[in-house]
Every structure is written in structure tokens, then in C-alpha cells.
């Protein structure tokens, strides 16, 4: 059965260190579909008619790719399973998602949004609104947030062992953040007890990565940030955007004070390369503006 197949798929891909976690969600529900079809293999035809659901050309184009690796590697098994064209939506070009920046607030909006999130008296509101808040105020990943353990609090800050690329670094966190982090690690001490996990649902499990996007979500719309499903609109990821671009905005005009500054986020953020971390900052008035004054100084002197 292809649950069977992907089971195994998924199983080899996480054996190998990949997170897969995307793939993996986009897998399960093509499975779902194919099997309620009563295919027993992969059909391009049932790929397609899946892939078209999507409702963005990008969308349906990575749900055609991503069922056709894992075509190509069941039909290795079994030549039973077809594999589809890879340009059977049309040929594609990469183009990276416009980040937006969100302004304080927006954040507060979100917060207070999740603050409000049911069941009332339950540690669920309280686990959205220190989680929204911590990707916030330190700009870190959302995948290294849902991985942090008790013992990743340390009076020095927050120790992050599951890494985007395989290193940990420590991040240092506003004395306001520990004291946010400190509350709700009472609260949810007192509601669930000792686990290892440090966000944790109302089940005392670590919240999943689609429920925690689905939930951001619909906290999204509620206070109308994104529009009706299926719409785009601000991601949780962006949120990582914006701490860089704030971040930049509190630096000196200075070059030198820039290339340091540049330099130390990159460190923060767990970038691989330091040029990585200037896809995160983004042309706003604030930046624009400090652009234009380091310009003038260099026409009118010929040093900026």
C-alpha cells in the first residue's frame, strides 16, 4: 500500500538527517488522496489532479515535484508506479517570497490574539503567546523554538542544539523575554508537570509544526492580516525577517559599525554564510533613509 511505501520513504529520508518535515505533510495528504481513490501505486494522472488543487502556480508546482521524488524512488522498487513529467504544470523559475516586515503593532496583535485562543484556563493560549513572542523578540526559526528543551534555558540565554545546519549556538534573550519565558514555564509546570519539551500542547506534547501554522494562521485573519484561505498573507517565517530588518535599524550610519553589526546577526540568526543574512533585510523607509543620508555625506565630502 503506499502508506506502507511512504512510511518507509519518510523513515530513510529522516534516517539520513533530513528534517523532511514539509515533504512529509505534503506526502501524507497525496497518499490520502490516492488511496481514497483506491490506487494501490502512483498515477501520474492522480498526481496531477492533485498537484492542481494547489491554489498558487508555485504551490502546485512543488506538490507535483515533491510526489515525483518520491515517484522515482518507488518505481526503483516497483516499475508499477508511474512517475510524472516534471514539467507537467509548465517549467517554473525560483523566485523567493517578498518578506514582510511586521511593525510592533502587528506583533501585539498577534500575542493578544493568541492570548484569547481556547479553551479558556488551559496552558494552549499561554503556549501561542510565549511562542509567537519568543520568535519575535530573537528572530530564531520556528523549528529550533518547537525543538527547545527544559535544559535549553540556561541563566546565560537560550542553547540551540537542533539547527537548521547541524551547529548550536547560544542565543542571548532580553531580560524581558527570560521573565516572559519564566512565566510561562510556571504555569506550565503547574498544569502539566516535569516534561522535557519546553512548548507543549494540552495533550503535554510539543506542539506540531502544521497545528502551530495553522494556528498562526488563523490568529492571522482574525485581526486581518491575511485574507480568506488560500490567500497569501504574512508568514511565522517573517517574523525572522523582521527581527533582522529592526535589528539593522538600531545600527549607526557608520560603515564600519555596520559591517560588525552585519556580522554579529548573522552569528544570532545561525546563518551558515554572513551573506546569507542580507536576504533578511529588506528596503523599508527607516533603512531607505539612512541610504540616502550615507549618499549625500559621500557626494558632499567623498567619504561616507
Not at 502512483?42 to 521524488?69: C, F, G, H, M, Y
Not at 499561554?126 to 527547545?148: D, K
Not at 547541524?166 to 516535569?194: C, F, N, Q
Not at 484561505?229 to 545600527?251: K, N, T, W, Y
Request: net charge positive; hydrophobic share 40%; proline share 5%.
Amino acid at each position: 500500500m503506499l502508506t506502507d511505501d511512504l512510511s518507509r520513504y519518510v523513515a530513510l529520508h529522516e534516517a539520513m538527517g533530513f528534517k523532511f518535515r514539509t515533504q512529509r505533510i505534503l506526502l501524507r495528504m497525496f497518499v490520502t488522496y490516492a488511496e481514497h481513490h483506491g490506487d494501490g501505486m502512483v498515477k501520474s494522472d492522480r498526481v496531477i489532479a492533485w498537484a492542481i488543487q494547489a491554489p498558487s502556480p508555485e504551490q502546485r508546482r512543488n506538490r507535483l515535484l515533491t510526489v515525483r521524488r518520491f515517484a522515482i524512488a518507488m518505481h526503483a522498487e516497483d516499475p508499477g508506479h508511474e512517475v510524472p513529467a516534471a514539467d507537467a504544470l509548465g517549467r517554473g523559475l525560483f523566485r523567493r517570497k517578498q518578506p514582510y516586515i511586521y511593525s510592533a503593532e502587528e506583533i501585539e496583535g498577534l500575542m493578544v490574539a493568541a492570548a484569547s485562543l481556547g479553551p479558556i484556563g488551559t496552558l494552549r493560549p499561554l503556549t501561542y503567546y510565549t511562542l509567537f513572542g519568543l520568535l519575535a523578540a530573537t528572530g530564531m526559526r520556528i523549528s529550533e523554538a518547537l525543538a527547545l528543551r527544559l535544559g535549553d534555558v540556561t541563566d546565560d540565554g537560550l542553547v540551540i542544539a537542533s539547527t537548521k545546519f547541524k551547529k548550536s549556538r547560544l542565543v542571548p534573550i532580553h531580560s524581558t523575554t527570560r521573565a516572559a519565558i519564566d512565566r510561562y514555564l510556571s504555569a506550565r509546570l503547574s498544569i502539566i508537570g516535569e516534561t522535557t519539551a519546553l512548548f507543549l500542547s494540552n495533550e503535554g506534547t510539543p506542539p506540531r509544526y502544521d497545528t502551530v501554522s495553522a494556528i498562526f494562521r488563523k490568529i492571522s485573519r482574525k485581526i486581518g492580516l491575511r485574507g480568506a484561505p488560500g490567500q497569501p498573507g504574512p508568514r511565522i517565517h517573517d517574523m525572522r525577517h523582521s527581527f533582522a530588518v529592526r535589528s539593522l535599524e538600531q545600527c549607526p550610519c557608520d560603515n564600519d559599525a555596520v559591517s560588525r553589526h552585519i556580522l554579529a546577526l548573522s552569528t544570532y540568526l545561525g546563518h551558515a554564510h554572513v551573506h546569507d543574512t542580507y536576504w533578511y533585510l529588506q528596503a523599508i523607509p527607516s533603512l531607505m533613509a539612512q541610504i540616502a543620508d550615507i549618499a549625500e555625506t559621500f557626494d558632499r565630502t567623498g567619504a561616507a
